[in-house]
């Protein structure tokens, strides 16, 4: 059975001032999701689930949907703000999504198979797909799921401050915890974060972070309905909290009724956070076209 490809679009990018999903950054049009389904496809990956808004629905099927009809199997799934919330009433005056979390949970009733999670602008690596699919083939007990570990130097901005979700593995690989750390950033020839109290904290770029890259069973998707609908309960009058996957795969870990193996890669990532990202990301993918990597043209 082929795994299938969960892509997390419904973001709205505040940070970037648009809709970075659709903004284009390769030589002939193509949007870096175009190059993460390249690579998915390569890797064997045999359907395609978008989760994205009602809102920009049909600009997204015509620009990026439509593209895809006859190499996979695509479906969409839409993540609203009354979205798997059961008789939970949105708080007045609330427009920000649910978060990562809840973009999984929206599209449990399209996928019955192993499949991998990844955010819509995000670069990842053929590796990176390579390697998570090899493991969802590969016969294992239900509480098992994986993900892919950046080393923290690799996925910084330039331009600003990120967040990013920092691991700690036992010696088999497996994880420990994962942290967020927000306000991730180069302070001159250091990384540093901001702790809860405002203050700079040293890290050493060496670290393993979490950029999204899941390998999961369907099981997952009851587990995080329950912390989801925990999350409402504690969270139910806030405009901005946000239940996210980390936070989702940690507590789990904690709780002892997961367990996810950390595969390594050396994979430069990229993404779009801030518009001034964009110059770099095409520059990347230029670079990687001159190699080989790409076509120069990616779809015919």
């Not at 299938?4 to 870096?32: C, F, H, S």
């Not at 199997?73 to 005056?93: H, I, K, M, N, R």
């Not at 923290?152 to 600003?160: K, V």
Request: glycine fraction near 10%.
């Amino acid at each position: 059975m082929k795994p299938t490809l969960l892509i997390l679009a419904g973001g709205m990018g505040n940070r970037y001032g648009g809709l970075k999903q659709i903004d284009r950054v390769g030589p002939n049009g193509e949007i870096l999701l175009d190059y993460a389904v390249y690579d998915a496809l390569g890797a064997g990956f045999g359907k395609i689930v978008f989760v994205i808004r009602h809102y920009f629905e049909d600009a997204f099927r015509k620009t990026i949907g439509s593209k895809y009809n006859g190499l996979a199997e695509t479906v969409y799934a839409y993540q609203e703000l009354d979205s798997y919330v059961a008789d939970f009433e949105v708080p007045s005056g609330r427009s920000k999504p649910w978060g990562t979390g809840h973009a999984v949970i929206v599209a449990k009733d399209a996928i019955n198979e192993p499949f991998a999670v990844i955010n819509a602008d995000d670069f990842y690596g053929a590796e990176s797909f390579k390697s998570i699919t090899t493991y969802l083939g590969r016969p294992g007990p239900d509480d098992e799921y994986y993900m892919i570990g950046y080393r923290l130097r690799n996925t910084l901005s330039e331009y600003g401050q990120l967040c990013r979700g920092v691991c700690q593995c036992d010696e088999n690989c497996l994880l420990r915890s994962i942290v967020e750390r927000k306000g991730v950033k180069r302070s001159g020839n250091l990384i540093c974060y901001l702790d809860e109290t405002g203050q700079e904290r040293p890290l050493t770029g060496n670290e393993v972070v979490s950029m999204n890259l899941w390998g999961f069973k369907p099981p997952i998707f009851g587990h995080f309905q329950r912390l989801f609908n925990d999350f409402l309960k504690e969270h139910d009058t806030a405009l901005d909290w946000e239940f996210f996957i980390p936070s989702a795969i940690n507590d789990l870990i904690v709780l002892g009724e997961i367990r996810v193996r950390v595969l390594s890669t050396p994979a430069d990532w990229f993404g779009l956070t801030y518009q001034r990202d964009k110059a770099i990301v095409s520059a990347a993918i230029r670079k990687l076209i001159e190699q080989g990597r790409y076509p120069e043209r990616l779809w015919k």
